[in-house]
C-alpha cells in the first residue's frame, strides 16, 4: 500500500541538499539535487519502514489518495 511521508528538504551551504522527516525516525538523506534528493528519500524510508513493521505491525503514515498538493518550483 502506498504511503505519504511528509519530507523536510533544505539546501545546505555545500550546495548539497539534506532530506528528513518528523514521522520516520532515522531518515535523513542527502543528494546533489532536489530529484536525487527524493529518490533516494524514498528508499530509505520504504526500508525503515518495512524494518518497523517487522516488529510493529501497522504502519502510522496516512494512506496515499488520489488527490494531494505538490509544491512545483519554477525559475521564473
Not at 531518515?27 to 518495512?50: C, F, H, N, P, S
Amino acid at each position: 500500500m502506498e504511503r505519504i511521508v511528509n519530507l523536510h528538504i533544505e539546501k545546505l551551504p555545500e550546495g548539497v541538499y539534506l532530506a528528513t522527516s518528523d514521522v520516520i525516525q532515522g531518515l535523513v538523506v542527502q543528494g546533489r539535487t532536489i530529484q536525487e534528493t527524493i529518490e533516494i528519500a524514498r528508499d530509505v524510508a520504504k526500508k525503515l519502514l518495512e524494518a518497523k513493521q517487522e516488529g510493529e505491525g501497522e504502519s502510522p503514515l496516512p494512506p496515499a489518495r488520489d488527490e494531494f498538493y505538490y509544491p512545483l518550483i519554477v525559475n521564473a
